[in-house]
């Protein structure tokens, strides 16, 4: 079983703030890195994919790192708005090219 | 452009009953993902497919679960005989085929199931 891992589990940012927040996987047999954006009553939306080490992405206000050596990327949204509220979920590819999910990180932003 | 369709969007039915949850992929796209999301266990996969060929199944439940995609755009998800513990959200995805998972899959709206 792989193990994915997101971190926090929930994070309440007022408007206007940047934040940040991880997802761990492992670092052996590496494939890519998915990132999904999951608003309440809706269905994940792919945010970026990720294949090299070092790659960065960005879209807007959001970016993402990956660092597949010591097996973690990070997601920052710069300039927090209220539209960011959602689950923000990565999923790793090993070999079996399976994406695996974590649990994601539950996003509220205070207005 | 049309995305991923799922049928029906919500289904309550007594337990006992079959279940036929149904998907249709982007055009275009050759992978299919049916996935099970509940409280405890976050959204696991449950089976794949490439170009009409599952893959892994490794998810399924049990042997109460089947699915099938009879042709390329298309595929069903059966649970018979239901139970209430089968009670989830049931999303299917799709993606072009392409080799170390590099493209990024595209999701329906999910099935809400219920079984009573």
């Given at each position: 079983i792989l193990n994915v891992e997101q971190s926090p589990q929930s994070l309440h940012v007022q408007e206007g703030d940047s934040t940040n927040f991880t997802c761990s996987f492992p670092s052996s047999n590496f494939y890519a890195l998915h990132w999904y954006r999951w608003e309440t009553a809706k269905s994940p939306e792919a945010l970026f994919v990720m294949t090299l080490n070092g790659d960065e992405k960005k879209k807007g206000r959001i970016s993402a790192t990956l660092n597949t050596k010591e097996g973690y990327s990070y997601l920052y949204i710069k300039g927090?708005?209220?539209?960011?509220s959602a689950t923000y979920l990565c999923a790793f590819i090993g070999g079996n090219e399976k994406l695996t999910f974590g649990t994601g990180t539950r996003l509220t932003i205070i207005p | 452009d049309a995305g991923v369709i799922q049928s029906p969007r919500h289904e309550v039915t007594e337990m006992g009953q079959e279940v036929t949850l149904r998907c249709k992929l982007i055009s275009g796209h050759n992978s299919l993902f049916w996935y099970r999301q509940t409280m405890m266990r976050g959204l696991e996969l449950l089976i794949y497919f490439n170009n009409n060929v599952p893959?892994?199944?490794?998810?399924?439940?049990?042997?109460?679960f089947s699915a099938k995609?009879?042709?390329?755009s298309f595929s069903t998800l059966k649970i018979q005989?239901?139970?209430?513990?089968?009670?989830a959200v049931y999303f299917c995805a799709s993606s072009l085929r392409a080799?170390?998972?590099n493209q990024p899959q595209h999701f329906g709206d999910g099935t809400r199931l219920s079984i009573l």
């Open positions: 927090s708005q209220p539209e960011d | 893959i892994d199944d490794s998810g399924m439940p049990e042997d109460r995609m009879p042709n390329a005989p239901s139970e209430p513990r089968d009670s080799s170390g998972g």
